[in-house]
């Protein structure tokens, strides 16, 4: 009886964790250029210009200044006397921006000081504006003492129309020019995509590691690599083995392999990064390197995935076990689907590693 409930407990605590991996918010796949950073800033110091900056600097993305046509005061005292007469009564204040191409956009910073315990009029009249259809708005904002009271909830409001409205940050205005690495870590768990001057084929990427290391594409120049997506309970699960001697016999030859678990084809990798290493590790022995598990087709897909796609059928990834050869060079040599001869793809290996 108690053997009984401590499986049950064993197994519950299980399904929890399991279940916590799978809510962990993902990362939005975005091309740096469909980044917008618009932010308003009244005070001298430039608090959420600042923020903003980072933003930009740490997503790539483009800033915007939004300005009210008729500024505000510079006298401290006139400026909160208008900016809470104009809160009050809903005042959507004009801009002297020239429009936005809201088309060229997917991802929209939208950043704030907090005034009055709110969004500042310039700011809430371009959020009212803008065209948010299919956008995804990342508020942001800069307070004085009061933290960000109901600058959120009221930026939510005036972005009702966006497709996703991501939680809110907001920054102490006295201290944010310390918080360089808080901001760039926060814009970087939302947001992954290569930097345009980085890009350079295959060699522009960055991925992460099953245990949370850094790993990039250009760690393996030189090499013949093999890109694979792979699953812990599908059918081509046991190509790990073969996989596996292709490593141990070619990769002192030059051979390299990428192992990008994903769970969108069935749900076939529904286990934690940890669970899927082990899983890997204990049941086939494996030793090439593997990633954190990762979309490949979709909004949220990894941009190595656009990538390889696009140099290849441009076709959306079928199922589990999809591979793409890179030569040398880093030019994708071919893609093979899931079932495809594995000798063939030998053969290729070892005639990819005879270039030089
Ligand atoms: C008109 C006005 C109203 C403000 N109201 C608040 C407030 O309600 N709560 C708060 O914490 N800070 C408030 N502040 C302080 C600003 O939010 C803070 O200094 C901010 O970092 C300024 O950003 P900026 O330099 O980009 O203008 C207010 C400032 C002004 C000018």
Redesign the pocket.
């Known amino acids: 009886m108690l053997f009984r409930k401590l499986i049950a407990v064993t197994f519950t605590a299980f399904a929890v964790l399991s279940s916590f991996a799978a809510d962990a918010p993902e990362k939005i796949s975005v091309e740096p250029e469909r980044i917008l950073v618009a932010y308003y800033?009244?005070?001298e110091?430039?608090?959420?210009?600042y923020a903003a900056e980072q933003i930009r600097k740490a997503s790539g993305g483009e800033l915007l200044e939004i300005k009210p046509k008729n500024a505000y005061p510079k006298d401290?005292n006139a400026?909160?006397a208008q900016?809470q007469k104009e809160i009050r009564d809903g005042v959507r204040v004009e801009l002297a921006n020239e429009p936005v191409d809201f088309k060229k956009y997917d991802v929209i910073f939208i950043g704030s000081?907090?005034?009055?315990?709110t969004i500042a009029p310039p700011a809430a009249s371009f959020l009212a504006s803008a065209d948010l259809a299919g956008k995804t708005v990342i508020p942001f904002f800069?307070?004085?003492?009061?933290?960000m009271?109901n600058c959120e909830r009221d930026a939510k409001k005036l972005a009702e129309k966006a497709k996703a409205v991501l939680p809110a940050k907001a920054f102490r205005?006295a201290s944010v020019r310390e918080a360089d690495k808080e901001i760039a870590d926060w814009v970087k768990s939302m947001v992954t995509g290569y930097k345009k001057e980085e890009a350079s084929g295959f060699y522009g990427f960055e991925l992460k590691s099953w245990d949370g290391k850094d790993v990039k594409t250009s760690d393996f120049k030189g090499k013949v690599v093999l890109v694979v997506n792979t699953a812990t309970r599908c059918g081509f699960t046991p190509q790990y083995e073969r996989l596996e001697k292709l490593y141990k016999e070619y990769h002192d030859k030059g051979f390299e392999l990428i192992d990008i678990p994903c769970n969108q084809f069935g749900g076939q990798a529904p286990g934690s990064d940890e669970e899927i290493n082990t899983f890997c590790t204990s049941r086939y022995s494996t030793t090439f390197p593997r990633m954190t598990k990762c979309d490949v087709n979709g909004d949220r897909q990894i941009p190595l995935y656009k990538f390889l796609k696009a140099e290849t059928n441009k076709a959306d990834i079928r199922w589990n076990f999809t591979k793409f050869l890179v030569g040398r060079d880093g030019k994708v040599v071919k893609r093979f689907e899931s079932g495809e001869s594995l000798d063939e793809l030998e053969k290729l290996i070892k005639s990819q590693l005879e270039q030089k």
């Open positions: 800033s009244w005070s110091s430039g608090n959420t210009k401290y400026c909160l900016a000081p907090n005034w009055f315990g800069t307070y004085g003492s009061g933290g009271q205005g």
